[in-house]
């Protein structure tokens, strides 16, 4: 199986990530293509640069000219130019990596409900204070010319965010309008790193433990602590440390493309290494080499069976009085929160009494979590754990374009031979209820649809 290592040992932005996926392999022209999709007025700066004795590709966003400014450097600058700030001047929320600031309004990079901020020293050309809504975001990402699958991730990308904000401040989610995710660059990083990571070409993407780094960090509505609430919120179950450096390490954005793309979180994984790609951000630390590392590479497990070998967790409970309805909602919500499967089988137990024994299996690190959330909504006293070792299929996604619109299959393989591919049950179920049209038929033209591309 064909893996991508995401080595957050500076932490994650944006920038960060275009910059190691075009290190690592990924064209230039594939994110300057994205960019020219999106039709938004900006344009890719893609340079060489050294952090710390490593040297790493730098990506740099340009909207109408003008290029993204550190928080610190914003910071300066607007004091310098302007002294003292009152009233309606608000922060420009900017970390150091990929927080910049736009002349066209539309720049904040961290929960801000409030007015954009001008350019130092010039005023902003057209202010306004509601930004881009989702369901605006939504149709600028729609409209562009990439893949359906690169569209749903970068969508998938925005809705983490805005559930981050919502969750922050007390509101919904459609209600929520991006001063600072809406803006042209942050727009450019999230699109940019959907089509990027689609281009790699792997089976998964796993990350690190990330380091937050530390201090506080200026935003519209105050100072806070680092990490920033939207970033901690969209974090949640994720392993964060500090390494001590007094600066904010990981963006909201570079979160959010973390919660979306990574799909467990572990030290580095046995792999034969084929490409390494350093991302650098705007700032260079003395002795600490400010990039994230990408590392591609096959599974060693998978090159010694061809199948993916893991430890996973299994956890059980016996049931016997459990309204059946509420059993089922449970084995959703586990599903939801991360479980990679869950069952039920009716059991007799003590007493003669019928009931049901519910078995989950889950990732080490997602035990612990998954056990509360048993304890919370389930009426059992007790969870068995267990460690077991599992082997699986080598797989990977293909889309495939019928009448309706596109479909996921997941295609399974073993020594290299096709063994076995499926529909996405969820993007039939979603067709069909869009064009009320019955479900198989959704399914059976995606499958001849994936048979006659291999056949081409």
Sequence with gaps: MRIAYLDCFSGMSGDMFLGALVDAGVPPRVLEETVAALDVGARLEISRVTRSGITATKVDVY???????????????????????????????????????????????????????????????????????????????????????????????????????????????????????????????????????????????????????????????????????????????????????????????????VKTLAKRFVPFPEMRVEKIGYGAGTRDFPGHANVVRLTIGESQLTLAANTSQQTITVLEANIDDLNPQVFGYVMDRLLEEGALDAFGMPVQMKKNRPGMLLTVLCRPEDAAKLTQLIFTETTTLGVRRREERRQTLARNWVTVATRWGDVRLKVASMNGTITNYAPEYEDCRRIAAEHRVPLKSVMQEALQAYLQNRKV
């Design 63 to 257: 909207s109408h000219g003008e290029k993204d400014l550190p928080r610190e450097v914003y910071w300066e600058e607007r004091e310098r130019s302007q002294g003292q700030q009152h009233g309606h001047d608000h922060v420009h929320d900017h970390h150091g990596q990929d927080y910049g600031h736009e002349h066209d309004a539309v720049a904040l990079r961290e929960h801000n409900f409030t007015q954009e901020p001008s350019r130092v020293g010039v005023p902003a050309p057209h202010e306004h204070g509601h930004g881009r809504g989702l369901n605006e975001i939504r149709g600028v990402i729609g409209k562009a010319a990439i893949s359906e699958t690169a569209k749903r991730t970068a969508i998938a990308i925005f809705e983490a965010l805005g559930s981050a904000e919502a969750q922050i401040h007390d509101s919904d989610i459609e209600k929520v309008h991006f001063h600072e995710v809406g803006a042209v660059d942050a727009m450019v990083d999230i699109v940019c790193a959907a089509v990027g990571s689609e281009a790699l070409a792997v089976d998964e993407i796993i990350c690190s433990p990330l380091n937050v780094g530390g201090g506080t960090v200026k935003c519209a509505h105050g100072t806070f602590p680092v990490p920033a609430p939207a970033t901690l919120e969209l974090l949640k179950h994720a392993p964060l440390y500090s390494s001590g450096i007094q600066a904010e390490l990981v963006t909201p954005t570079g979160a959010a493309i």
